[in-house]
């Protein structure tokens, strides 16, 4: 009963946040930060899921990340749907890694996974709200299909861009990178 009542508490944190972005209210609290902070309370929220499926998580931080303009709570829960959907497709066995590189002026978060992997004619489907790839009633994968279309809202409104990268059968990247301070 708890872990229903804790999945319904999120889809509705879920729903305001999607109805606030979708009405382009989504508040941001813009500060210097370096994207250590996000990722690491991302991995601490997410380790145990990876664990319990038999999933080996491996975190890579670049060392002397430059700081960054962005919303620290923001970028943690779009981290941590990169994560949790990294961990819900990927086989027990497989891996996932997050890394954060600084490449010329920006810092760039990335999740890798050896997970199912998703079809490239498939891959903008996965951004639309309430859109599963699998929509069948009799779906293996659980979810509403509003993390990424979410995710997708807060990292634009950062002023930048999801990247994907995916192979069927082999797994799939999530990526996004913010301008460095100099």
């Known amino acids: 009963l708890q872990g229903a009542s804790q999945q319904l508490k999120g889809l509705i944190e879920n729903l305001l946040q999607f109805s606030s972005a979708a009405n382009g209210e989504l508040p941001l609290?813009?500060?210097?930060?370096?994207?250590d902070l996000p990722v690491e309370t991302a991995v601490t929220v997410s380790r145990p899921k990876a664990q319990a499926r038999s999933i080996d998580l491996?975190?890579?931080?670049?060392?002397?990340?430059p700081k960054v303009i962005a919303d620290n709570e923001k970028i943690a829960w779009v981290v941590e749907?990169?994560?949790?959907?990294?961990?819900?497709?990927?086989?027990?066995?497989?891996?996932?890694d997050i890394e954060t590189v600084h490449l010329k002026q920006d810092v760039v978060v990335k999740v890798t996974d050896t997970g199912i992997g998703i079809p490239d004619d498939r891959i903008n489907e996965i951004f639309e709200p309430f859109h599963q790839l699998d929509g069948s009633s009799t779906r293996h994968y659980g979810g509403t299909g509003l993390g990424l279309a979410l995710?997708?809202?807060?990292?634009e409104t950062h002023g930048s861009k999801i990247q994907v990268e995916s192979y069927p059968g082999q797994g799939s990247s999530f990526s996004f990178a913010l301008p460095a301070l100099n």
């Open 29 to 35: 609290d813009m500060t210097p930060l370096t994207l």
């Open 81 to 96: 749907q990169f994560l949790d959907n990294a961990i819900k497709f990927t086989p027990a066995g497989g891996k996932v």
């Open 58 to 65: 491996r975190k890579y931080l670049a060392s002397r990340l």
């Open 151 to 155: 995710a997708r809202s807060i990292i």
